[in-house]
């Protein structure tokens, strides 16, 4: 077939993508001293039976199952009552306005939103920014849809009070043109969170290029220590026509197997995102979209007691890594991931991963997934069972000494 | 925003696309006489409520859902124990050979299906073939993709032991280098079946020009009369890892709501789907691919009791398409749909389909969501309540008779 699309595709690897660790087919790497049996805990995504589904979401399902037709069939943005019911509850939960009609879309999960979106905002040639480093599939949907990125840096070990992107380097972008900007708040892999004073100067800078921005907050429930998060769309700097904000319940809520997100903001882009639908999957499963009634509704202290959850144990996980010696990591702020820098090892990121998959029977992300320079970290989901991650982890320390420069 | 994103945009339109209707914000038609009062039939799909899904799958999915985070995150391409065995029941379906390894990929809907398969083979510029009429996003994603269409007329009604494809403009189509043939079978929106001779004459062309072929077989269980049906990927005319065939169980089993599809053939053009499916909405709703088991292994007697029911359903509209002056149709020989032809009216499709809603509470597709040529006919899926059925089609025929010319 095609180079063009031979090219395209080589781009789009999926091997070392969370989850699809089991189809792996490379060499036996360097293996040093023995297994360290335990086990198993896959960190490329959280672990929906140690943190099962909000409570209530099968019941939703099988009465939207019994309801028939009209919930297997939605409009293709989807159906009518679940964006009612969400324009209401997201409103309320970001400060804004939102119009059912105009101004929502159900989508098969956050990934499904951030593809439509995407397909509706760049044209091939487009000056895209991207945060370097951010959520994986950023870069490959610009590639896809053939925009020209411009990474934007992230300096995330520098600060504690702000992720640390970099405005000078923003504003560089959309100096050069860039017609969109793209990020994850709190970032996907360091967790880290957006302060108020880098979301203010964000949109000033994109109103002022006249660009559009994709703000995705997949993981903006789950906040540690109370911080402070600022949402985008509640700024009323930006033109609300330029801005689409992303959220879904598959993480912090568990609902990942339901595949449900959603998308909220700009009606024109929206109007697109679901024409796009129309061709890509239709429409959200319906069925699963009766579950979204749970959403922001949970039982009360059921969201509090998560994050509680969480917070112990990425606390005893940080305590490990802060332990090692020449391990740098930053605590995370929101969200349930780690990205830990390794000290200097004489085995390269994509052997390291697959040694510790070998040796330990732990499954981390290589940082390369989100920025090619990212060659001495890795990415952790610690939504896992507590025990069972700390045991994981102990066991890659060991393995990690076992490669020190 | 983009001038080429806003026409990519609008050629995209979902106005009519079926179940979009209450979107419409179009002017009041030419409205003449009464209104016929009588219940709502929405002839855009099928009704799941009139025939249900199969049963033992809400039960299944609960299943799924116990079963947890292994359900819930799936390889990108579907589960493996689903993907087994899918292998095994298609290929024995079709009479061919799988590797559940290679071979298999689990989507949202046979439209995500089609969407990652066309994604998987079109690059910007490549000619396409599409049949006229088929289905209205065969089109859509061609565009999408930026193909160069090459329609290949189907002369339906010529003939009715064949879909009276036209062979010679398929080849002239593969001349002028088109490297992707597409097409529906039983066609959307005729209901016809290609002769055993029409699919080896593809075979043959396509191996010939090197092309590739995509079949979508999503009807195929659905035969009346027990009519030949021939599958391309059995006849081993055509390099297989040049054919992709798409099914799924959205239809026949009335499955819509849980939003599943498959596709198999070509194992490198199904690991570029699965890398796209990363992208577009990571994989089919993890809970929903446990409902696969009951696909292709149904109680016994049950597709042929379906088969039954909605041939009765068939007959009877016929006979009042066929009585109705000027009117031609011509019989479905699988799947749900009739495409008949209106005599002369004084009001465009458009308007006749507006008029027809607000009149008689009937929803029907337009002809020009298949083709742009088809201005006088409509498509309908009559896997409805029959009584409903018959009765809103009697409304919908004594409105035509208000403006014929």
């Not at 699809?20 to 929906?48: C, M, N, W, Y």
């Not at 830990?340 to 990121?349: A, Y």
Request: charged share 25%; net charge neutral; with cysteine.
């Amino acid at each position: 077939m095609h180079t063009s699309l031979e090219k395209k595709f080589q781009k789009l690897g999926v091997d070392n993508a969370p989850g699809q660790e089991t189809r792996q087919k490379a060499d036996i790497p360097d293996l040093r001293g023995e297994k360290l049996p335990g086990r198993a805990v896959d960190f490329s995504h959280g672990d929906v039976d140690a943190f099962e589904p909000t409570p209530g979401t099968l019941e939703l399902f099988i009465d939207g199952f019994h309801t028939g037709g009209r919930q297997a069939y939605t409009e293709y943005r989807g159906g009518k009552a679940a964006r009612i019911d969400l324009a209401e509850k997201l409103a309320r939960y970001t400060g804004t306005q939102l119009d059912p009609e105009r101004n929502v879309i159900i989508t098969p999960g956050t990934q499904g939103a951030l593809f439509l979106a995407m397909g509706a905002t760049i044209a091939r040639g487009d000056k895209v920014a991207i945060v370097a480093p951010d959520y994986f599939a950023n870069r490959k949907l610009a590639e896809f849809f053939d925009g020209d990125i411009i990474p934007v840096e992230m300096h995330y070990f520098d600060f504690n009070d702000r992720a640390g992107l970099d405005l000078t380097e923003l504003e560089q972008a959309f100096k050069a043109g860039a017609r969109l900007f793209l990020f994850s708040n709190p970032n996907n892999p360091t967790g880290v969170i957006y302060s108020p004073e880098e979301i203010r100067r964000i949109a000033t800078l994109a109103a002022h290029y006249g660009a559009f921005v994709i703000a995705d907050e997949l993981y903006s429930r789950q906040i540690f220590e109370n911080r402070l998060y600022t949402h985008l769309c509640a700024q009323n700097i930006m033109n609300p026509e330029n801005l689409i904000t992303i959220i879904g319940p598959s993480k912090t809520e568990s609902l990942s197997g339901y595949r449900l997100g959603t998308a909220f903001g700009s009606a024109a882009v929206i109007d697109r995102m679901e024409k796009l639908q129309a061709i890509v999957s239709l429409r959200a499963p319906g069925y699963s979209q009766a579950v979204l009634k749970s959403w922001f509704s949970e039982p009360a202290g059921w969201i509090q007691q998560r994050i509680a959850q969480h917070q112990a144990i990425r606390d005893e996980l940080l305590q490990k890594f802060q332990a090692a010696e020449g391990m740098r990591v930053r605590p995370t702020e929101a969200g349930s991931y780690l990205f830990p820098q390794l000290p200097p090892l004489d085995v390269t990121i994509g052997e390291f991963v697959r040694i510790v998959r070998l040796q330990t029977n732990a499954t981390v992300t290589p940082g390369t997934e989100f920025g090619a320079q990212f060659t001495n970290s890795f990415r952790i989901n610690f939504s896992q069972d507590h025990k069972a991650a700390v045991n994981a982890i102990d066991r890659l320390l060991k393995v990690m000494d076992r490669y020190r420069k």
